[in-house]
C-alpha cells in the first residue's frame, strides 16, 4: 500500500473485519508452502459490525464451531464481545450465541486442551490478565473461569504444552510496542506461577511478532503463526517455525507467508488463522468507500475523549 492509498483510505474508507473458513489440507500448505484455500465468507448483517480473531473445533457430531470476536469499527463506545457461532459440514449456520462479556473489550477467544479440558483463554488486556473459561462444546457455554496470569495487559495470549512445560506467548499492551515485542512466560502447570524467558522480548519487529493463531504441529515441528503489521495493521500472516525453544533459548525463522485471498471481497488484510481436522478459518479487511461514515467515527471518538 503506497503513500497515495494510505491517505485515501485513512480519509474516505472503513474498515470492516469478516471470517472465512475453508476446507483446507494444513501439512499440504506448510509443506508446499502455498495457500490457495477459497475460504466461504459469512454473512454479516449489521454493516456497523465486524467480525474477526476466529478458532474453530469440529465437536464430533459433524458440526463445527466458531468461536469469534464481535466488535464495531465505526462505534467506539463498543467494545468487543465473544460470540459462538454452530456450522454443519457444509459450513451453513446452525446458531449463533454470545459467549463471553464482561463489560469490557474481549478478543481472540483461543481454544486449548489440557488434561481432559477444553479451555478458552481469550485477549482480555482491558482486565489486565490472562484468564482461561472452562468450555463445554456439547452444552456450549462457559463453566469456570481461572486466573493463569494476573496484574499484566497481554495481547493475543497464545499457549503452548512442550517439554512438559506450559509456555505463554504473547505482545505486551502498550501502544507503542503492541505488534513488535514477544515475551514468552513459561510454567509447570497451567495456573503457574509463570516465569519470564531471560531473553525477553525474544523477538522485536512488526513482521512475524505479534501472534495470530494456535500453533501448528506437523511432523514433530512446531510452526506459529504470526502478524506482519509492516506497512498497516492486519497486513498478512507469517508462518515461523520454531527452531529452539527452552527455558534459556528461543529462536524461529520464517517458514512462510499468507496474504489475503486476492479474488475475495475481503481481500485488504488479514490477521488470523486457525484451524480444526480438515477446516481452516480466517479472517479479512474490506475497505468500504464510506466518507460520510468516516466522518461520524471521528466525532464519535472526538467526543468520547471529552467525555473521558
Same mark, same amino acid.
Given at each position: 500500500?503506497?503513500?497515495?492509498?494510505?491517505?485515501?483510505?485513512?480519509?474516505?474508507?472503513?474498515?470492516?473485519?469478516?471470517?472465512?473458513?475453508?476446507?483446507?489440507?494444513?501439512?499440504?500448505?506448510?509443506?508446499?508452502?502455498? +495457500?490457495? =484455500?477459497?475460504?466461504v465468507w459469512l454473512t454479516i448483517d449489521d454493516q456497523d459490525t465486524s467480525i474477526a480473531d476466529p478458532f474453530i473445533l469440529e465437536d464430533g457430531r459433524g458440526n463445527l464451531l466458531l468461536a469469534y470476536e464481535d466488535f464495531s469499527m465505526t462505534d467506539p463506545c463498543r467494545?468487543?464481545?465473544?460470540?459462538?457461532?454452530?456450522?454443519?459440514?457444509?459450513?451453513?449456520?446452525?446458531?449463533?450465541?454470545?459467549?463471553?462479556?464482561?463489560?469490557?473489550?474481549?478478543?481472540?477467544?483461543? +481454544?486449548?486442551?489440557?488434561?481432559?479440558?477444553?479451555?478458552?483463554?481469550?485477549?482480555?488486556?482491558?482486565?489486565?490478565?490472562?484468564?482461561?473459561? /472452562?468450555?463445554?462444546?456439547?452444552?456450549?457455554?462457559?463453566?469456570?473461569?481461572?486466573?493463569?496470569? *494476573?496484574?499484566?495487559?497481554?495481547?493475543?495470549?497464545?499457549?503452548?504444552?512442550?517439554?512438559?512445560?506450559?509456555?505463554?506467548?504473547?505482545?505486551? *499492551?502498550?501502544?507503542?510496542?503492541?505488534?513488535?515485542?514477544?515475551?514468552?512466560?513459561?510454567?509447570?502447570?497451567?495456573?503457574?506461577?509463570?516465569?519470564?524467558?531471560?531473553?525477553?522480548?525474544?523477538?522485536? *519487529?512488526?513482521?512475524?511478532?505479534?501472534?495470530? *493463531?494456535?500453533?501448528?504441529?506437523?511432523?514433530?515441528?512446531?510452526?506459529?503463526? =504470526?502478524?506482519?503489521? /509492516?506497512?498497516?495493521?492486519?497486513?498478512?500472516?507469517?508462518?515461523?517455525?520454531?527452531?529452539?525453544?527452552?527455558?534459556?533459548?528461543?529462536?524461529?525463522?520464517?517458514h512462510m507467508e499468507i496474504t489475503a485471498p486476492p479474488r475475495a471481497k475481503y481481500n485488504a488484510g488479514i490477521h488470523t488463522l486457525s484451524i480444526s481436522g480438515n477446516f481452516i478459518a480466517i479472517d479479512g479487511i474490506w475497505l468500504k468507500f464510506a466518507p460520510l461514515t468516516?466522518?461520524?467515527?471521528?466525532?464519535?471518538?472526538?467526543?468520547?475523549?471529552?467525555? =473521558?
Amino acid at each position: 500500500m503506497n503513500m497515495l492509498q494510505k491517505l485515501y483510505k485513512k480519509a474516505f474508507c472503513v474498515m470492516q473485519w469478516n471470517i472465512g473458513i475453508a476446507k483446507a489440507d494444513i501439512r499440504r500448505i506448510i509443506t508446499t508452502k502455498t +495457500f490457495d =484455500a477459497e475460504p466461504v465468507w459469512l454473512t454479516i448483517d449489521d454493516q456497523d459490525t465486524s467480525i474477526a480473531d476466529p478458532f474453530i473445533l469440529e465437536d464430533g457430531r459433524g458440526n463445527l464451531l466458531l468461536a469469534y470476536e464481535d466488535f464495531s469499527m465505526t462505534d467506539p463506545c463498543r467494545y468487543g464481545i465473544l460470540r459462538l457461532k454452530t456450522l454443519n459440514a457444509n459450513l451453513e449456520p446452525l446458531d449463533d450465541k454470545v459467549l463471553l462479556d464482561v463489560k469490557k473489550h474481549l478478543s481472540y477467544p483461543a +481454544f486449548f486442551s489440557d488434561n481432559n479440558t477444553l479451555y478458552i483463554i481469550p485477549e482480555s488486556r482491558h482486565c489486565n490478565e490472562v484468564a482461561g473459561y /472452562e468450555f463445554d462444546p456439547t452444552q456450549k457455554n462457559i463453566l469456570n473461569k481461572k486466573i493463569i496470569f *494476573g496484574n499484566i495487559p497481554l495481547l493475543d495470549p497464545t499457549l503452548l504444552k512442550y517439554n512438559n512445560k506450559y509456555w505463554l506467548f504473547a505482545t505486551y *499492551g502498550d501502544r507503542k510496542h503492541e505488534h513488535s515485542k514477544l515475551y514468552i512466560y513459561f510454567a509447570d502447570t497451567l495456573n503457574g506461577p509463570y516465569t519470564p524467558h531471560p531473553k525477553n522480548p525474544v523477538r522485536q *519487529g512488526l513482521k512475524g511478532t505479534r501472534p495470530a *493463531g494456535n500453533f501448528i504441529c506437523i511432523d514433530n515441528h512446531i510452526y506459529r503463526p =504470526a502478524q506482519n503489521c /509492516e506497512g498497516y495493521y492486519g497486513k498478512s500472516l507469517v508462518i515461523n517455525k520454531i527452531n529452539k525453544l527452552s527455558e534459556t533459548e528461543f529462536e524461529e525463522t520464517q517458514h512462510m507467508e499468507i496474504t489475503a485471498p486476492p479474488r475475495a471481497k475481503y481481500n485488504a488484510g488479514i490477521h488470523t488463522l486457525s484451524i480444526s481436522g480438515n477446516f481452516i478459518a480466517i479472517d479479512g479487511i474490506w475497505l468500504k468507500f464510506a466518507p460520510l461514515t468516516k466522518l461520524k467515527t471521528k466525532l464519535k471518538k472526538i467526543t468520547k475523549r471529552l467525555k =473521558a
